[in-house]
């Protein structure tokens, strides 16, 4: 099981600005998960990247993994208070039989 | 679909008191799992099962804890007796046999006195 590393540990920002978060790990991943978790709830899917170098767009939030497959990072524009919450990225193991989750960015957007 | 069900949703108790928390999964997933989510360690797999029978329980910290899941609706994960380093939320999550996405439960916020 690979250690994933996560930054920042936490960030606050106002409305409408732009940020970016970051996934690492010193192993190569054979696929990776970005989830959301709101205050008081359950972590969220947001999306699967497989191939390095791949972009996945959802709106205002792009998702690119690394082409050595070894990082990720997500990047949201013009963020919204509606945004504030726990990114956490997660690794498949063993065809996503279990998730070996990183300990998250808390994004807080205020108005 | 209702969702991952999770009860309660919050439990404070003393320490040495049993505690059982329960979770109803999406109708047709065969895969139950249980995590553990504290400040300090972020989200921790404890146990899963496919098709109610136990997969993995490398994750579960210690002998108080135990899961059992007697049909495909319905999992416990019990914690007999229970000490304040307990303390944590943990959530239900249950994924389809043919999707890579895991379902998680709203969560039981635990807290042992």
């Known amino acids: 099981t690979q250690l994933l590393e996560q930054s920042p540990q936490f960030l606050s920002i106002q409305e409408g600005e732009n940020l970016t978060v970051y996934c690492n790990s010193s192993s190569v991943f054979s696929s990776l998960q970005w989830y959301r978790q709101e205050p008081g709830e359950g972590p969220v899917l947001l999306v699967t990247v497989v191939t390095g170098g791949e972009v996945k767009k959802l709106k205002r939030l792009t998702f690119q993994f690394g082409d050595a497959r070894k990082d990720s990072s997500l990047h949201i524009t013009a963020a919204q208070p509606g945004d504030t919450g726990l990114y956490l990225c997660a690794d498949p193991n063993s065809g996503y039989s279990t998730l070996t989750f990183g300990k998250g960015t808390m994004l807080l957007v205020s108005p | ?113």
């Open chain 2, 1 to 113: 679909d209702a969702g991952v069900i999770q009860s309660p949703r919050h439990e404070v108790t003393e320490m040495g008191q049993e505690v059982t928390l329960r979770c109803k999964p999406i109708s047709g997933h065969n895969s139950l799992f249980w995590y553990r989510q504290t400040m300090m360690r972020g989200l921790e797999l404890l146990i899963y099962f496919n098709n109610n029978v136990p997969i993995d329980d490398s994750g579960m910290p210690e002998d108080r804890f135990s899961a059992k899941m007697p049909n495909a609706s319905f999992s416990t994960l019990k914690i007999q007796p229970s000490e304040p380093r307990d303390s944590a939320v943990y959530f239900c999550a249950s994924r389809d046999r043919n999707n890579n996405e895991q379902f998680f439960g709203p969560g039981t916020r635990l807290t042992v006195l």
